[in-house]
């Protein structure tokens, strides 16, 4: 599919031949389209009438396809190709190669392989800039590369050695590298809740220090708590000072070893787009049924909508005038997007993008917490009778067209899901616990997966009724099933992998985003074996990854100020 481009859907299915998924005209009732898959494209050819002997007449039909290759690779953009290699003409593996448009504010990543190949496949015609990047070698940057349909631009890299630096390193790295004293807890447990360290900071004075930790105290006070006021709050500053000052005790350069992926992790293929309101912090990107993409902005008061035809971003603000830090929004079956209100206001807010207005719903019951934890609305999600449930501090139950709420007594939840029989299923990050409400009877039960402290965050039920969660602090996926009440946890390679966004695929692979180390994690349950990717972004801070109709999985990170989606190239 062309990046940029919507492909149109096409059904055809007589004989042996089937009909595929691409950008192409209508088809006469009985025409066929034949797919032939070649090393790094997909070629479609139209081959015309084909009447009732189909079967008889395939192979014939695909010999004709293989004859007018050049001429279906034209459907289908252009492509950038080329090596990227080091000063003694090494093939470098692993290094990220993006080409961005800058009238659509689309960029397309791949990886080069063993060889130090990449080849960027399906770009709309257009000027692109093409740069490389690659952790321990120094970027370069080509700014008018001309793309055209059906034609192949070859263009090579060669990458200098560099120093790593602090901006380029994980969340891990820091923990690791940074020096013991007061102050580091509260950096890890605080400060990175919401954003990372090599996007956000750089050299500040003492002053400069006090001043950030005193906005954010004041910002977000309700979710932090005393960890940036009074004494602790002075200990942060000093501690920061002494890392993060102008005359920080670092060395200029970290010590760290280079990062090694598999083969396998070269064919991740990354598609992102860029959020017009700088500094939003999109926290996930949902699919919705008419190809849109609805995006939580938690640091602008908006909900955005990405049409992934163009790039264009169109946003929406909420009536809300203090901060609302939207964490998560989503699109119902009519269309209508609901979004959460996770600061201390306590609200849901729903969006008609037909007229673009907001509506607010706000539980009585939250009315004397607000500026408190207690109250607050986190994930929702649209049942299949209309209502709206969120989780938070408790669980509750929006019914749109009263505005009544129903609270359950959970206690403070974090993600969220459904099952076949519409019962809300959720996950406590806190107290590390799985649990159920059953909707006919309003009962709630609880479990505790094997391994204590676990912090289980994001979770998802898959089409077996299996319930599947993220063991953020335990570093695990555990698989609880409803039947026997039993689990199964698979660990995950590293040290802290955090896993945090969290999605099984349509065919059964178990995706997570880890917090702490940038990558992305890829596990099969069938043989608990897991392929970790490298990410073209340091503090990805992904929270949520949904899955659209054409299997690709949707994230929003809040460092970068980007959405997009991932895919394996075949």
């Avoid at 192409?24 to 009447?51: C, H, M, S, Y």
């Avoid at 203090?322 to 600061?343: F, L, N, Q």
């Avoid at 026997?484 to 178990?510: C, H, I, N, Q, R």
Wanted: charged residues 25%; contains cysteine; neutral net charge.
């Amino acid at each position: 599919m062309r990046y940029g481009r919507e492909a149109e859907s096409l059904s055809v299915a007589t004989g042996k031949c089937r009909a595929v998924y691409g950008t192409a005209q209508r088809l006469a009732p009985n025409a066929v389209w034949i797919e032939t898959k070649f090393p790094d494209a997909t070629i479609l050819e139209k081959l015309g009438e084909v009447g009732m002997r189909m079967r008889n007449l395939c192979t014939v039909c695909l010999g004709l396809a293989l004859c007018f290759v050049s001429l279906a690779y034209a459907a289908f953009g252009g492509t950038v190709a080329g090596t990227v290699k080091d000063s003694t003409g090494a093939s470098v593996k692993g290094a990220f190669v993006q080409a961005r448009n800058p009238q659509s504010n689309i960029t397309v990543s791949v990886l080069s392989n063993r060889q130090g190949s990449y080849r960027i496949d399906d770009l709309a015609p257009g000027d692109y800039e093409v740069k490389v990047m690659a952790r321990g070698y120094k970027g370069e940057s080509r700014p008018g590369v001309k793309v055209a349909d059906g034609n192949a631009v070859p263009l090579d890299f060669t990458v200098q050695t560099d120093r790593v630096r602090w901006s380029d390193l994980s969340l891990y790295e820091h923990k690791t590298l940074l020096p013991e004293g007061k102050g580091k807890a509260d950096l890890f447990g605080g400060c990175i809740a919401c954003h990372g360290i090599s996007t956000k900071f750089g050299r500040r004075s003492e002053e400069g220090w006090t001043t950030a930790v005193n906005y954010m105290n004041n910002l977000v006070g309700y979710f932090l708590g005393d960890r940036f006021s009074g004494q602790r709050g002075k200990d942060l500053i000093a501690y920061l000072n002494r890392v993060y000052g102008e005359e920080s005790e670092l060395p200029r350069y970290p010590d760290v070893k280079p990062r090694e992926f598999s083969d396998e992790a070269m064919k991740l293929v990354y598609v992102d787009y860029e959020v017009p309101t700088s500094k939003a912090f999109p926290w996930s990107a949902f699919p919705a049924k008419d190809g849109s993409i609805w995006i939580p902005q938690y640091n602008s008061n908006k909900v955005g909508k990405l049409d992934p035809k163009t790039g264009k971003i169109e946003e929406f603000r909420v009536p809300e005038t203090g901060p609302a830090h939207i964490h998560s929004a989503v699109a119902g079956p009519d269309g209508t997007v609901w979004a959460t209100e996770s600061s201390g206001v306590h609200k849901l807010a729903r969006l008609d993008p037909k007229t673009k207005e907001w509506k607010e719903f706000q539980d009585p019951a939250t009315a004397s917490t607000r500026g408190t934890m207690q109250g607050r609305r986190h994930t929702a999600l649209v049942g299949p009778d209309g209502n709206i449930w969120s989780s938070g501090d408790p669980v509750t139950r929006l019914d749109p067209k009263t505005g009544e709420f129903m609270r359950y007594p959970t206690g403070g939840t974090y993600g969220m899901s459904l099952d076949q029989a519409g019962n809300v299923w959720f996950t406590q990050l806190g107290e590390s616990k799985l649990g159920k409400i059953d909707v006919k009877t309003g009962k709630v039960t609880k479990w505790d997966p094997p391994t204590p402290d676990s912090g289980t965050r994001r979770m998802q039920i898959d089409k077996d009724g299996m319930v599947w969660i993220a063991e953020f602090r335990g570093g695990k996926i555990a698989r609880f099933d409803p039947k026997t009440e039993t689990f199964k946890e698979y660990p995950l390679p590293g040290p802290e992998p955090t896993p945090y966004a969290f999605l099984m695929d349509s065919e059964g692979y178990v995706w997570y985003s880890s917090y702490m180390h940038d990558v992305l994690g890829r596990l099969d349950p069938r043989t608990g074996d897991v392929v970790l990717y490298p990410m073209p972004y340091v503090d990805n801070l992904m929270r949520e990854l949904f899955l659209d109709d054409q299997k690709r999985l949707w994230y929003g990170t809040g460092g970068f100020n980007k959405v997009g989606y991932f895919s394996i190239k075949q």
